[in-house]
């Protein structure tokens, strides 16, 4: 009985959580004129698949979907790497000055990007990597809310494993790629998410470092659908919503990983 | 341990750190530090900028405008971080059981994050238009009304946080689901055969085991709420008169639309002092509380 | 010679040939290219795409290279490439920034198009003359101009007995308040008369008071008329009408304000021709008059988008912007431009006949007093973003009478203006 309960009050929370999304499916189902003349209903008087269609004509879809899928792809693989790397280390080493260092580490997520926007596109100048690859990767594979996060989570893994791996004389790289890594697998694969998801609907960062329209990402292209007065909400909603089905999927695949506690045999 | 092996592991610990920490330096500390030069100039973005020393912070503690997007930006985070916490946690024990569809509600609940928050601004601010939009439409027809909705001055703020719990609460109930999987299951288990209830259980096993996920969502939850900006440009722009203007959107104005760099730095490094006290107050808090190997 | 030396010669050779005329685009070896930035999202785009490949393929210099930026982020774009020595030859932008850029120093006098004849500004819109002119030099030529017109809906119109649209402002409240049906608990059957934004829209509170007399600012820029009696008065007759009234939702946004009349929830709306394809799309029957004239005068709000030149481009980048100034204001790019878009032509010896073809284009072309809002002030957004609106905010929202409201803001405005 209490499951069956349980199941009403999140079939309720899901309905309400979706409803956006089913706004967004439906208006991107619509002709303009259909979503701007009946706007109070969900289904829709003039069905019609051309947004769908057309949003591959009207911006270079394809190409930015590419752009996103590298840029986001490389950025999530090797953030992901170095924040655990640099996560591990807060936790499980002591050195003079950790403490300093992490609160520095975590600062740099305080400050508003508006600020720090212009000196780092003049270093980005400087460096010539405007409309670049580089430019547009370099500086975001290593962030705070990975390390912070990765450090979470080692700090709460037990030991045992990591001393027995060093009293049989195993390097501190290797004891952390073959012993604590394996363990931290959901949250590497949790925090992979989240920084594929972040850097997949970054609009501002790519705008700014990539000018020509080739080198753009999603977001960007899906951004000239708005209008400083209007928006061609059709293809907008058809666009977002082919650009989260990506996100849709990964987050599946993450997910599938998570089982009831992990499996403590290497405790033995 | 001894000296020599304290000094390796120092090392070995710096070689870990250092990639990471070399990219964060150059490319975000830096501009920070350029930024936070900034904030003592009179800067405007073009041209020259001549220092002014501390007058750009002093004129912070007499602008209403910085003190009334202070009051709201704390009032935003007062009342988001705890409460998507909170139903965060709630929604991360219920579905880490076993629970027909537990898999297809994670996916739903952590939907709002998918998306761009622009975009989805879009479908919220239409589907809570008083006059076009569905959720009025609908409880009209129950005999309810949203009134004048996200345009009336004393419902801006609650939509937009509405809004906001909305979007991040499935991404710290993941968070939490990924902290609930290093709590081994034998000690829960131990736990159940110790004859430990629910509510026993949740009390003095798993809150205690989570306590180092618990501080990061925190800190997280209350970062992000001290930035919120996207949901309340896109549906209020800020209004009505003002009552929904949060930090970053009056820094984004002062510097990108009035120019005034050098007044929008030292507005930042303010920002950064209060969510940097914070975010140490709430360090503290967990540490005395960390379980630790 | 050994082999690896006549590589080296090789590469020495290529790397010569290669070193001239690459960067600031020497004419002798190749065209000019020149970056292009706007902000023509969303319908128009395609149009402003045509002209500018029309402009390439029609010669052989220059080369436009248009990059197109989304209007919310175009302020932070251009500023970090502006202070990077990275930003575009020319960037088109609304007038509201004008005044803010130039004195930055951003972007350069343009006098010599007019001077040497390759465009006259006496065909070109007075508005947009205006709002490219900062202390007596000109900072760009017109790339879209238009007013503010009246949509009505002819269908509500008509089943309300009413014979056409207003001709002065009073009938138009009139006709609001007869066309409005309120039903504030099952909003879907309400219609509103007038649909009234006070913010994200083109200006449509100073057009009321500029047409009863009052205003914001002085022509002169000295000082501000919020606080004259002919703009209090204008402004309790609007905020009794919406309050009372309620021929509009208060608080709406403009493009709520165009939902609304898209739906057909609203019978009349201020907007420029951008709304109409909209409009058409979703079903209105609608027409386009004149904002009607108030007890003072007969006005509209200008709308001008601007190209500008970078102030650090070369000569031969400077060169190659004129021309392009020229083409995109030539009869043939205009006359395309209207008819694809519904903006009316930038020049004003297009005959009506030439762009009958799209009637909002010609329906707008008709436009009564065009009246730049807050034009030449550095502080203009200040102003009207956190002064006016917030004002007329409260105003309508009954936090305070417009007599007690305009007074302190016309001295908030005062102490803005003060600092010009």
Not at chain 2, 250 to 260: A, K, N
Request: aromatic content about 12%.
């Amino acid at each position: 009985m209490r499951r069956f309960i349980v199941v009403i009050v999140l079939l309720l929370a899901s309905a309400v959580v979706m409803l956006p999304f089913v706004w967004m499916l439906s208006a991107s189902l619509r002709t303009q004129g259909d979503l701007l003349g009946n706007p109070a209903t969900l289904w829709p008087g003039e069905f019609t698949w051309d947004n769908y269609l057309d949003v591959w004509r009207r911006i270079p879809f394809g190409r930015q979907l590419l752009n996103t899928v590298v840029y986001a792809g490389v950025v999530t693989c090797v953030s992901v790497v170095l924040d655990s790397m640099a996560g591990y280390a807060f936790a499980r080493f002591e050195f003079r000055g950790r403490g300093v260092l992490f609160v520095l580490v975590l600062v740099t997520l305080m400050l508003p990007i508006q600020v720090t926007l212009i000196p780092i596109f003049q270093l980005l100048t400087d460096l010539g990597w405007v409309n670049s690859l580089p430019g547009l990767i370099v500086p975001r594979i290593a962030d705070a809310f990975g390390i912070f996060f990765m450090r979470q989570f080692f700090l709460g893994l037990p030991r045992d494993l990591e001393d027995a791996g060093r009293l049989d004389g195993a390097s501190e790289f290797r004891i952390w790629l073959r012993i604590m890594m394996p363990l931290a697998l959901p949250a590497v694969l949790t925090l992979g998410l989240f920084n594929l998801l972040y850097n997949w609907n970054d609009l501002l960062w790519p705008l700014v470092v990539t000018t020509e329209e080739q080198m753009r990402t999603l977001p960007a292209g899906l951004a000239l659908f708005k209008g400083q007065h209007s928006a061609e909400y059709g293809l907008l909603m058809a666009g977002a919503t082919l650009a989260l089905l990506p996100m849709v999927v990964a987050f599946v695949l993450v997910q599938r990983r998570f089982v009831e506690g992990i499996a403590t045999t290497g405790l033995k | 341990m001894s000296r020599r092996i304290q000094r390796r592991r120092t090392r070995t610990a710096l070689a870990f750190l250092a990639p990471a920490l070399t990219v964060i330096t150059v490319f975000v500390l830096w501009p920070m530090a350029s930024a936070l030069r900034a904030s003592f100039t009179d800067s405007r973005i073009l041209g020259e900028a001549e220092w002014v020393g501390f007058e750009n912070y002093t004129r912070l503690l007499s602008d209403d405008r910085f003190t009334n997007a202070l009051k709201n930006t704390a009032w935003y985070a007062l009342v988001t971080t705890p409460v998507s916490v909170a139903l965060a946690l709630g929604f991360a024990l219920l579905l880490n059981r076993r629970l027909p569809g537990r898999g297809a509600f994670r996916a739903v609940l952590f939907f709002p994050f998918v998306a761009s928050l622009g975009v989805v601004s879009i479908a919220w601010a239409f589907l809570l238009d008083p006059q076009v939009g569905l959720v009025n439409h609908w409880l009209n027809q129950i005999g309810l009304s949203i009134g004048d909705g996200v345009r009336d001055p004393d419902w801006a703020m609650p939509a937009v946080m509405l809004v906001g719990i909305w979007r991040n609460t499935g991404f710290f109930m993941v968070m939490y689901l990924a902290g609930l999987q290093s709590i081994p299951r034998d000690i829960r288990e131990a736990a159940v055969i110790d004859g430990a209830g629910p509510v026993g259980r949740f009390r003095y096993v798993t809150w205690p085991l989570l306590s180092n996920t618990t501080m990061f969502v925190m800190i997280i939850a209350s970062i992000f709420a001290f930035q919120a900006f996207d949901q309340m440009y896109v549906m209020t722009a800020g209004g009505p008169f003002f009552r929904t203007e949060t930090l970053v959107m009056l820094i984004f104005d002062t510097g990108f639309r009035d120019f005034e760099m050098g007044y929008a730095s030292a507005m930042s490094w303010a920002l950064v002092a209060i969510i940097l006290l914070l975010s140490l107050v709430q360090i503290g808090y967990f540490r005395s509380r960390a379980v630790r190997y | 010679m050994p082999r690896r030396a006549q590589l080296a010669v090789v590469a020495l050779v290529i790397a010569v040939a290669g070193c001239g005329g690459d960067d600031d685009g020497g004419d002798s070896s190749g065209p000019t290219t020149i970056t292009f930035w706007n902000g023509f999202t969303d319908a128009d785009r395609p149009a402003v795409e045509e002209i500018v490949n029309r402009f390439n393929e029609s010669q052989d210099e220059v080369v436009v290279d248009m990059t197109i930026q989304p209007w919310d982020v175009i302020n932070q774009t251009l500023l970090s490439a502006y202070s990077a020595g990275e930003g575009p030859t020319i960037v088109a932008m609304g007038a509201e920034q004008f005044a803010g850029y130039v004195s930055t120093g951003a972007w350069a006098p343009i006098d010599e198009v007019y001077d040497e004849g390759l465009l006259d500004p006496a065909t070109l819109p007075a508005a947009s003359i205006e709002a490219t002119t900062y202390e007596g030099e000109r900072y760009g030529v017109p790339m879209s101009a238009a007013a503010g017109m009246l949509y009505y809906n002819r269908a509500l119109f008509d089943e309300a007995g009413l014979p056409g649209p207003p001709e002065s402002l009073e009938q138009l409240a009139e006709y609001a308040v007869t066309l409005t049906d309120y039903h504030p608990a099952d909003e879907t059957n309400s219609v509103y008369g007038f649909a009234l934004p006070d913010h994200g829209a083109l200006p449509h509170w100073p057009v009321l008071l500029w047409a009863d007399g009052g205003g914001v600012v002085a022509d002169d820029n000295s000082r501000s008329l919020l606080g004259e009696p002919a703009s209090i008065e204008a402004a309790e007759f609007w905020t009794d009408l919406l309050i009372n009234e309620h021929i509009s939702p208060i608080g709406l946004s403009g493009v709520e304000g165009d939902n609304l009349f898209a739906a057909g929830k609203a019978a009349m709306v201020i907007n420029g021709p951008w709304s109409s394809g909209a409009f058409t799309e979703a079903g209105i029957d609608y027409g386009i008059a004149p904002i009607p004239p108030g007890k003072a005068t007969q006005v509209s709000a200008a709308i001008s988008v601007n190209m500008h030149l970078a102030a650090d481009a070369s000569d031969a980048e400077r060169a190659a912007a004129y021309q392009f100034f020229a083409f995109w204001n030539s009869e043939e790019s205009q006359t395309y431009w209207a008819i694809e878009t519904g903006y009316p032509p930038n020049r004003t010896d297009i005959p009506p006949s030439a762009v009958a073809e799209n009637p909002t284009s010609a329906g707008f072309a008709e436009a009564v007093g065009a009246r730049l809002y807050l034009q030449g002030l550095t502080k203009a957004s200040q102003i009207n973003d956190d002064v006016v609106i917030p004002t007329i905010q409260r105003m309508t929202r009954g936090e305070g009478t417009p007599a007690e409201l305009l007074p302190e803001a016309a001295a908030q405005i005062d102490a803005l203006l003060a600092q010009e």
